[in-house]
């Protein structure tokens, strides 16, 4: 009988036939225990199928015999595909080592470090690659994420065109390209490069989601939704589809609350549950020490979560609360550095998986797990899926149901989800005293100045929210305000309008209902001292609707703009009311119905010195309200912790 041959067992791997090539492979290692590449080819294939522990012994067991950097490489893979990725570092960079020259290693050291959140060793080891191979499309490509990461979108741009150039038919390429291309407002081509990624891959879920988005930014609702629906159909369940449908529904006057609780529990009903559930809640609690308040989010950086949650961080009261904040963002800042300074603990969780972040909550003995983001991007709700602590809430980042069982509350105030309204939601809801909001003020000086119409000889109405939330229904309502009042214009500010396509597409909207191009102004993007100083060049902000606006609104009020706001159907429509109404302005500034919006605006810019007085005094009463007093604002948040904790334990909330 011959002697088993490696280049047969190779043959039968390479082709998909597993049970004969691993046939082989244990025959020629029952001849020779130390054959090292049967050792090793055998934990690949182990690999293959999943079989982890096996594949990992076999794989150092050849590499104990020869250290081989194909030996290495593999196995940084293998530990790579298993979120090891400080070991997969270290393998990568022991190939590397052995043979300076092995792009490959140093491409896939590149990704793991970028994974890690070291970005500098990232862009050294992918242009190291490139230095070998420039050809490497991949290496270009994870260039590119690496830039538009630490917020260099002009290399990034570069480096996804020389990715493109070396392999045309890069879809990945083309649809990062789209993605970076729309966040610096250059829709029209972020569609054309999507659009490209779709033509050779129409089964990049990511793809149809990208291209969703940047025709939500351009208006086209009803298509962006129609690309949520067509990733769903390649990827049925898919979390970032469905999370990006029910945003986009938010948008629309066709869809209400019952529909967002809908879709929401479906896709509660997808997160997959981890099959062991936190211990009961302990006895000790509250009253014996600090409760443990864990904060998880995406956007620990210059967003609306950011400068919401800045100086509640400073004014909890450790005496009541530990607080630790689990980062899921990719791109950090200024704001990212000065809220890890007001944490008690700061973990990074971006590059780890759901079981080891698990692991790490579960550590650090948390009480009370905070989500802030919701349905919005780069969320972790699969984590509270697995109820990793004894109480789950719901806050800050998103306006309505997460739709997951294991939330236990939703935090809100009686503005945005009014009595009765609580059947819209899976959660219990727990409302503030207040608005559910607490707004950190900008640290510019910026002075608040009189109504721009006293100049100007003329009134401007502005809006300064993304262009998504200018549907028709806000057109037809901005348009009848224009009309009754024709010596006012508009005043449109967003980094969609940056596009020329955006704004020739809403003239004519507006064109429709009778208001000429010439009454409207539209500016994209720019500096936030820049972008909030826009706001002395209007006289009334109106708030659109059915999506009004939060970060927007507060910014507005702090600058001295008085916000018009329609009352809304859903909690993303009623956030200025919950504003205005903690400020004692509701019944100035809230409308009932689009006739009153209209007398409202008309009243407000009928009376010059009304509008002036107004103006010089809501800085002040913005300032002087639970708006702004985070040390209040902390208090009601702490009681409402405590009280959800005794709920937990049995007692009365």
Not at 29 to 47: F, I, K, M, R, T
Request: with cysteine; net charge negative.
């Amino acid at each position: 009988m011959s002697l088993p041959n490696l280049a047969e067992a190779l043959a039968h791997h390479e082709a998909g036939r597993p049970d004969e090539a691993e046939a082989i492979y244990r025959r020629i290692l029952e001849h020779d225990p130390c054959s090292a590449d049967a050792l090793h080819l055998l934990g690949v294939l182990q690999a293959e199928r999943g079989e982890q522990a096996s594949a990992e012994s076999l794989i150092r067991a050849a590499l104990a015999i020869a250290d081989e950097p194909d030996y290495r490489y593999n196995l940084g893979q293998f530990l790579a595909g298993r979120g090891r990725l400080d070991e997969a570092a270290e393998a990568f960079a022991a190939v590397v080592c052995l043979k300076a020259d092995h792009a490959a290693a140093l491409l896939a050291l590149g990704v793991v470090l970028r994974r890690l959140r070291r970005p500098g060793e990232s862009i050294d080891a992918l242009r190291r690659a490139l230095a070998i191979r420039p050809d490497l499309a991949e290496a270009h490509s994870n260039l590119g994420i690496v830039f538009q990461e630490v917020g260099r979108p002009e290399l990034a741009i570069a480096a996804f065109c020389d990715a493109i150039r070396c392999c045309p038919d890069h879809a990945e390429a083309h649809c990062n390209l789209g993605h970076v291309l729309q966040t610096q407002g250059r829709l029209g081509e972020a569609a054309a490069s999507i659009g490209m990624a779709l033509h050779f891959r129409p089964d990049l879920p990511e793809g149809w989601c990208n291209l969703g988005n940047v025709l939500k930014d351009q208006g086209r609702l009803g298509e962006a939704l129609a690309a949520y629906r067509r990733a769903l159909q390649v990827v049925p369940g898919l979390p970032l589809a469905l999370s990006n449908l029910l945003m986009g529904m938010h948008y629309g006057s066709e869809w209400g609350n019952a529909d967002f609780l809908a879709v929401a529990r479906e896709m509660g009903a997808q997160q997959a549950a981890a099959p062991a559930a936190v211990a009961p809640v302990a006895a000790v609690g509250a009253a014996e020490r600090p409760l443990r308040i864990g904060y998880v989010s995406g956007d620990f950086n210059s967003h609306p979560v950011g400068y919401f949650l800045e100086s509640v961080l400073a004014a909890h009261d450790r005496r009541r609360v530990t607080v630790l904040c689990y980062a899921n963002n990719s791109r950090s800042d200024a704001l990212t550095e000065r809220l890890r300074g007001l944490a008690d603990g700061w973990r990074e969780i971006v590059a780890l998986g759901d079981e080891a972040v698990a692991a790490q909550i579960r550590a650090d003995r948390i009480d009370v797990l905070v989500d802030l983001s919701g349905h919005t991007g780069n969320n972790r709700l699969g984590l509270f899926a697995r109820r990793l602590a004894p109480v789950q809430v719901s806050w800050l980042g998103y306006f309505g149901s997460t739709g997951l069982p294991e939330m236990d509350w939703v935090l809100a105030d009686r503005y945005v989800i009014p009595l009765g309204e609580e059947r819209f939601f899976s959660e219990a809801v727990w409302r503030l005293p207040a608005s559910y909001l607490c707004f950190t003020p900008p640290a510019v000086e910026l002075p608040v100045g009189p109504p721009p119409m006293l100049a100007e000889g003329c009134v401007t109405f502005g809006c300064f929210n993304n262009r998504a939330k200018i549907g028709l229904a806000c057109v037809a309502l901005w348009s009848a305000t224009l009309a009754a009042l024709p010596q006012a214009r508009l005043l449109l500010k967003a980094r969609q309008f940056g596009d020329a396509g955006v704004r020739e597409a809403l003239r004519a909207q507006f064109a429709a209902h009778g208001i000429a191009a010439n009454r409207l102004r539209m500016e994209g993007e720019s500096s936030r001292t820049d972008y909030l100083a826009a706001y002395g060049r209007i006289d009334v902000a109106l708030d659109p609707t059915p999506f009004g606006g939060g970060t927007t609104t507060a910014e507005c009020l702090w600058m001295g703009v008085p916000v018009l706001s329609l009352r809304g159907d859903r909690w993303a429509g009623r956030i200025g009311q919950s504003f205005l109404a903690t400020l004692g302005l509701s019944e100035r500034l809230v409308a009932a119905d689009p006739a009153d919006f209209v007398a409202k605006a008309a009243a407000l810019i009928g009376d010059a010195t009304a509008l002036a007085q107004l103006r010089a005094e809501l800085r002040p009463r913005l300032l002087a309200s639970s708006v702004c007093d985070a040390g209040a604002f902390a208090r009601d948040l702490e009681d409402a912790f405590v009280g959800m904790w005794q709920a937990a334990r049995g007692g009365t909330a």
